[in-house]
């Protein structure tokens, strides 16, 4: 088996509003309660689009496989800041699920209804750790195809706009699959993607 690339999608939380207008009416109504999930959920929703993929997904043939820097404290210091001013009032029942990583990867799950293997990883060093693993997992036959990507927090932007300080989140995601599976399906392989040079 050869794992290749046929889809990718790169968000930047400061473009997420235009980005998931254009899956509105594709996925689940959801409620999102912060701006990490909404950016995860669209972005495993816009490569899905990209490899050619329907959803609602409805079987087992997808695994999703998702790195999280530390994006994730940001909410846990929401939800704790929020404690700390308002008390035990300050305490949303919607935010504190968020302060674990894998809230994020079981939203895009049920938003697009994967219902393979999801996995949560730290981010090592970059997105390629995840990536090698899901290509281990087409390769060794635990799932037949593959989302895996990461949610970083860009520390060279502090904020998307001048007036509203808040923190800027990168998430990226490929979609893996054999390459027998791409040439039967008809879709486009993305040959250089590992050097940057798509």
Known sequence: ??????????????????????????????????DLEKLVVTAVGLVLYDA???FPVGNEDIGLYVEVDNAI??????????ILSEGIL??????F????PNALTAQATIAFDIRGESITLPIQR?????????MDCIIGRYTKMAIAGGITTDRSQTSCSETVKAPVYTAEFFFLEDRKSAVARGVKVYHRVMDGSI
């Not at 050869?2 to 997420?16: A, E």
């Not at 699920?97 to 674990?100: A, D, K, L, M």
């Open 1 to 34: 088996m050869t794992p290749v690339i046929t889809g990718l999608s790169k968000l930047v939380s400061c473009d997420l509003d235009k980005d998931i207008s254009r899956m509105n009416e594709q996925i689940r109504h959801m409620r999102f309660v912060h």
């Open 52 to 54: 050619g993929m329907s």
């Open 73 to 82: 404290e940001d909410i846990k210091s929401e939800y704790f800041n929020n």
């Open 90 to 95: 300050g305490a949303s029942p919607l935010l």
């Open 97 to 100: 699920p968020f302060t674990s």
């Open 126 to 134: 970059s997105s390629k750790d995840v990536i090698e693993y899901a």
